[in-house]
């Protein structure tokens, strides 16, 4: 019975030894977790932002954008910190242990120190890390100066008017300086973002392309600048740059198509590759000028990518041994070599460029008459009128004889345009191609088939418009005029007309169609696209350095 007794009791024993071993209860060893099975215990870091200007006085504001790592003393991958929100706070759970802290570069703000219960830690600073306790770590850092730059982004409708509504946030802009400091800001959803502490100098402010929005306009408190033009920033001044953008696409892709042609103007086969093609947009006050180019692949087509909204120009250069014959964007007229077309934001415009093999070998023949006012022919000096004959790349230029005849030879087939130099002291009527209609507008237009001789008779009326001229008076800025010279009168015969010299700044034709402005300007060195009289009593905006005087022809 003994015996049976302690066998029983040994066993017991080893029962409650091999459980107690399993709960890790063995005397004098406590509750402690089994490794592996139960997470180790952690203590937090919590690091607490501070600035200070350059005098050390203390800087209130927003504090978010630092971040911070925590490396372990004895090695082993960085620990990087949450970034800090605006009130500058930034907390992590660790493993006990000794850490390295350290912050990460940020520009215009510089680390002066790391300090615990106001204590310098140094530079990068030690850490000790105890289980279940907490560090709470300052970092002082000394701002560049006591500026600000507050960013304002409105999205707004095609007639300028601001989207109610619209999301303004996730806009990028990089601001600068000239002394090398760059730092990037998003903003939020009311279409804010800033940038305070900073040093006084010259800034700049660039907001970044955005997919699906097109720049319109900016302002450095309320006058209008371009997009990342510089401007002056003093001590403790807040200034305010606001951003204007509108919903959709700011380019479009132009899409060409070679074809080749016979005489008669029917599509033939041959090489399509190899035909070069510029696309050209002059700058304006939202986008810098763009000319880029593009070569024919074997199919004969070339595609020329982020053209910029608006009026463009497209001008092959027309292989020798080819004669350039029309270009014409889809849905459209046939332009000229070099001749404007409109492309729309987010539009692929196909436009179909033909040539033939070998040279023009039409003629225009051109005969002068001269008219009174009431369009009968009268006799006069038809000698010395000059022509100029445009044709895609070819332009050639002829003048009258005595008999009032001009011929130009080797033209190739197309669209022209014909136009005269209005002598002083006449007036354009009217150009007449054989079997067609008067046009009364210069430059004509033509259309020119290969071989053909096509005859042009063009009409002046001697003495000007009805041989008198009225004073109108302009005063300093822009003028809305009525122009009452006939169609096709150069706009230089308007300048001309002003006084005194040198007072002219520009005119300015609004063009319903194209919904813009075409302009001139007397300056030689300066684009123009407004070169002739559309229609006659054509309303104008004429803009004076100076007050002066146009003198109109009487009507």
Request: some cysteine; proline content about 5%; charged content about 5%.
């Amino acid at each position: 019975m003994r015996s049976s007794y302690r066998g029983g009791g040994i066993q017991r024993f080893l029962g409650v030894a091999v459980a107690a071993v399993a709960l890790g209860i063995i005397a004098g060893t406590g509750l402690t977790p089994v490794q592996g099975v139960s997470a180790q215990a952690t203590g937090t870091v919590t690091v607490q932002k501070a600035l200070v200007n350059p005098a050390g006085a203390p800087v209130t504001g927003d504090l978010s954008g630092y971040v911070f790592t925590l490396t372990p003393a004895a090695g082993g991958a960085a620990i990087t910190l949450p970034t800090t929100g605006a009130t500058g706070q930034s907390t992590v759970a660790v493993a006990p242990g000794n850490y390295v802290i350290n912050e990460q570069a940020r520009s215009g703000s510089t680390l002066q120190s790391f300090t615990i219960g106001g204590v310098n830690i140094g530079t990068p600073g030690s850490v000790a890390v105890t289980a279940g306790g907490t560090v709470t770590v300052t970092a002082t850092n000394q701002v560049a100066g006591s500026a600000t730059i507050n960013i304002v982004k409105t999205i707004i409708d095609a007639n300028s008017n601001p989207v109610v509504g619209a999301d303004a946030s996730g806009f990028t802009f990089t601001v600068a300086n000239a002394a090398g400091f760059t730092q990037q800001v998003t903003t939020v959803a009311g279409g804010t973002a800033s940038l305070a502490n900073l040093a006084a100098g010259t800034y700049s402010v660039t907001e970044q392309p955005r997919a699906g929005f097109t720049f319109v306009a900016s302002s450095v408190d309320g006058v209008g600048v371009a997009n990342g033009q510089t401007f002056n920033l003093a001590a403790g001044q807040t200034r305010a740059v606001a951003f204007a953008n509108r919903q959709g696409a700011s380019t479009g892709t132009v899409q060409i198509t070679k074809q080749l042609v016979d005489a008669a103007g029917n599509v033939t086969t041959g090489t399509l590759s190899g035909f070069t093609f510029t696309v050209a947009c002059a700058a304006t006050a939202t986008t810098a000028a763009f000319s880029v180019s593009g070569t024919t692949d074997t199919s004969g087509a070339a595609s020329i990518p982020n053209v910029p909204s608006g009026t463009c120009t497209l001008t092959e250069t027309v292989p020798s041994g080819f004669t350039f014959v029309s270009a014409t964007p889809t849905g459209g007229t046939a332009i000229a070599n070099g001749g404007q077309f409109a492309i729309a934001p987010g539009q692929t415009l196909a436009i179909a460029v033909r040539n033939r093999a070998g040279a023009g070998n039409s003629t225009v023949a051109i005969t002068k008459q001269l008219v009174d006012a009431s369009g009968n022919v009268t006799t006069g000096t038809l000698g010395g009128f000059t022509f100029t004959l445009t044709c895609g790349s070819f332009s050639q230029q002829a003048t009258t004889d005595v008999n009032g005849a001009a011929s130009i030879t080797g033209v190739p087939a197309g669209a022209c345009t014909l136009q005269e130099t209005v002598p002083s002291g006449f007036t354009f009527v009217s150009a007449t191609p054989a079997g067609g209609t008067a046009g009364t507008a210069n430059p004509a237009n033509l259309t020119i088939t290969a071989g053909q001789t096509l005859a042009v008779t063009v009409r002046n009326r001697a003495g000007g418009s009805t041989g008198t001229t009225e004073p109108v008076a302009l005063f300093q800025g822009c003028n809305n005029v009525a122009l009452t010279w006939t169609a096709g009168t150069p706009v230089t015969t308007v300048s001309a007309a002003i006084s005194p010299a040198g007072s002219l700044e520009s005119i300015w034709r609004y063009d319903n169609v194209q919904g813009r402005f075409f302009g001139f300007s007397p300056n030689p060195n300066a684009p123009s696209d407004y070169t002739a009289v559309q229609v006659a009593l054509e309303p104008v905006f004429i803009c004076m350095r100076t007050p002066g005087t146009l003198n109109r022809p009487v009507v």
